[in-house]
């Protein structure tokens, strides 16, 4: 059987991370400087644009939660400098200060800076990025251990098939990640539903285990206060039509993405894991906001595993769809990068395609496009835990 390389070419970070791409990231803190931002990425090659609609009149741990998650995006190995975008100069030296620490070039500018003058912030933005692109562009690839990289698994618009071979793929190649010293995660809290007492079993302390079941007690309850029913609302209407039928049945197959490895903790939204190994994350369900988190955490690669189709993908971090739905593959052959029809057709194994799929995986780190990438697709998307001011 062929292995696939255990090295990958990327980029070495300051921090002593590696990336996988080597983005500038043009991030607006707050809404009023969103369209600033993004004209901004429009006109200078080599950058990416991250805006919120909010970052005044946050409080708590909504508020906290939107720091940690743009500057994790904003420190993350894939990036390779920032330009930070505001409406106060208060907020951009703020990031400005957590970008610094990791050792990421950075600049900083605000909305009073230049008198309120959106144009001029353009202007000042566009020549700052450019500045930033031409330095990031003389970093080189070099060889880097398997063991640099956290993957991120996803599923989305899942059916059969998903529980059936594409979640358990994600899941083998997730344990030759970790086998090799790397990190995994995974999340979509509400989706352990009926499965959470397997995954609280797996964990590598009591305490870990009683968080886990915790967690997805906290979720339903909050749910159940707000009028709504886990069980009634999820699965939704493509899962049902895809052959999904209760949420239990969903679970099942969702959790399976993390193979069968022991799990080292559960993570907060957005926070790094502390060591190699199979994490779980908290996140919510919907696959924009849960993929944003887990690559605020790190995952420099996401693995999307879909049964009917998700052209969802990160911005920051390259995003390999993958399905064994014939049907799926054979009619988005510009979405699905990985496909496992063979294994559902019983004329490959599973531990075969789990080869394939890792050499793919290591051929996106070393710089291979994903077809999201070629099309354009991508966003990040922060959670919103209360009202604002």
């Known amino acids: 059987m062929t292995r696939a390389p255990r090295t990958f070419d990327g980029y070495r970070r300051a921090d002593g991370r590696a990336g996988v791409r080597n983005h500038v990231l043009v991030l607006s803190a707050t809404g009023l400087t969103s369209a600033a931002a993004a004209r901004i990425a429009s006109l200078v090659r080599g950058t990416v644009c991250v805006a919120t609609g909010y970052g005044r009149g946050q409080v708590a741990d909504d508020a906290k939660l939107q720091f940690d998650t743009l500057t994790g995006l904003a420190t993350h190995p894939n990036v390779a400098a920032t330009l930070v975008l505001s409406a106060g100069g208060d907020i951009t030296r703020a990031y400005v200060e957590a970008i610094e620490a990791s050792g990421k070039p950075v600049v900083g500018m605000s909305l009073p800076e230049v008198h309120e003058d959106a144009l001029a912030l353009v202007d000042r933005g566009v020549r700052a990025a450019t500045r930033l692109v031409h330095e990031a562009s003389g970093l080189r690839r070099e060889p880097c251990p ?110 399976a993405k993390g193979g069968q490895q022991p799990i080292r903790g559960l993570l907060a939204a957005a926070q790094r894991p502390p060591a190699s190994g199979l994490y779980l994350m908290d996140t ?106």
């Open 146 to 255: 398997l063991s640099a990289l956290t993957v991120a698994v996803e599923c989305g618009h899942s059916d059969a098939t998903s529980g059936l071979v594409c979640n358990p793929l994600a899941g083998r190649v997730m344990e030759h990640v970790v086998e090799a010293g790397g990190t995994a995660m995974f999340s979509e809290t509400i989706e352990w539903t009926g499965a959470e007492h397997l995954l609280a079993r797996r964990a590598q302390s009591a305490d870990v285990a009683q968080r886990i079941l915790q967690a997805v007690v906290d979720r339903e309850r909050r749910v159940r206060d707000a009028g709504g029913d886990v069980r009634t609302q999820n699965p939704g209407p493509q899962n049902r039509a895809g052959g999904i039928t209760t949420i239990e049945e969903k679970a099942l197959g969702a959790i």
């Open 284 to 389: 919510p369900f919907f696959s924009p906001e849960s993929i944003t988190a887990m690559v605020a955490g790190g995952a420099q690669i996401v693995v999307f595993t879909t049964g009917a189709g998700n052209s969802y993908c990160s911005l920051v971090a390259p995003t390999l769809k993958m399905s064994a739905n014939p049907d799926a593959c054979a009619r988005l052959t510009e979405q699905i990068d990985i496909v496992a029809t063979d294994v559902l057709r019983a004329t490959r194994t599973l531990d075969e395609m789990a080869d394939t799929a890792l050499d793919h995986l290591v051929a996106v780190a070393s710089g291979s496009l994903t077809f999201g990438e070629i099309v354009g697709e991508g966003s990040e998307v922060v959670s919103r835990l209360g009202p604002s001011m």
